[in-house]
């Protein structure tokens, strides 16, 4: 199985800058990509960005955070990153964390990201 834990949520306020780690343990020979996805009160989960592990370069971001979120990995690949720039007040969500592997999706328990205006 893969453990993920997350950290580097809190508030800021709008025009800030954040930045999101999520650490891998376990199986990560099984992962196959990561990414982050965010869930907004009474809003449906949603993809934010992701990154492949087994095909160096392959990226995908949501349309609304094209040109603002970074998403990268360490050398190991095992941790990934969200860097996160020119925050909106409609970025904030509870980040989750998410592992793709031959044995289905893995979860963190998620971040709170509070942006102000």
């Known amino acids: 199985q893969v453990q993920l834990v997350e950290s580097g949520g809190g508030l800021v306020q709008a025009g800030g800058s954040l930045r999101l780690s999520c650490a891998a343990s376990g199986s990560i020979f099984s992962i196959n990509a990561m990414g982050w996805y965010r869930q907004a009160p009474g809003k449906q989960r949603e993809l934010v960005a992701s990154?492949?592990?087994?095909?160096?370069?392959?990226?995908r971001y949501a349309d609304s955070v094209k040109g603002r979120f970074t998403i990268s990995t360490d050398n190991a690949k095992n941790t990934v990153f969200l860097q996160m720039n020119s925050l909106k007040p409609e970025d904030t969500a509870v980040y989750y964390c998410?592992?793709?592997?031959?044995?289905?999706?893995?979860w963190g328990q998620g971040t709170q990201v509070t942006v102000s205006s």
């Open positions: 990154i492949s592990i087994t095909i160096s370069g392959i990226t």
């Open positions: 998410n592992a793709q592997t031959f044995r289905g999706d893995r």
